[in-house]
């Protein structure tokens, strides 16, 4: 699923983009993960943890990273570089199956901006990026969730997507209750 973006950000604008900072992400390039981008991978990956609150051991970042390179793993890498090379932003999405829709839609499992880049339309061309990888693979929807609070990446967010009315639930996995162990088949 990984595949290159050319550098800049598509020259159409619709209502929901933010056209003054097309010019702005027009100076990043668009590629996907590889070997060459671990330690700067590492950096952000670090950011995205901190900012959520998650601690992120370095094999947690290994296993991360394993999938990114795995060609058959479901898990994509999209990062944006700078004219210097250095990737400023990243991207985790993968293909998700849309039953009700019977199609594929992409989710964006994490979006990163380097703290020293906020504002810089690096955020712009990853959404950029990921609308036409969606796009390519004839994906249906390009989908995430952030936090509530989260009201800066929703700012942007707002400019290219809807958001929707539905609530997330997480539940931990865990053994049947004795009374229903026969149920499962």
């Known amino acids: ?66 999938w990114l390179m795995d060609s058959e793993h479901p898990l994509n890498c999209l990062l944006a570089k700078d004219a210097d090379g250095v990737a400023q932003g990243l991207a985790h999405y993968r293909p998700f199956i849309r039953p009700l829709a019977g199609s594929v839609g992409c989710f964006l499992d994490d979006l990163l901006v380097d703290h020293d880049a906020r504002g810089s339309a690096v955020a712009d061309a990853l959404l950029y990026g990921l609308k036409q990888i969606a796009a390519d693979n004839g994906w249906t929807v390009v989908r995430w969730i952030t936090a509530d609070d989260n009201h800066r990446a929703r700012s942007v967010y707002d400019h290219y997507a809807s958001r929707t009315m539905w609530v997330t639930y997480d539940m931990v996995p865990g053994e049947l209750p004795a009374d229903l162990k026969g149920i499962l088949k």
């Open 1 to 66: 699923m990984n595949s290159a973006i050319p550098s800049g950000a598509p020259t159409a604008t619709t209502k929901h983009c933010r056209p003054h900072l097309v010019a702005k992400a027009a100076g990043y390039t668009l590629v996907p993960a590889t070997p060459a981008d671990l330690t700067r991978w590492r950096h952000l990956y670090r950011q995205f943890a901190e900012h959520y609150g998650v601690p992120v051991r370095e094999e947690h970042q290994d296993l991360i990273w394993s």
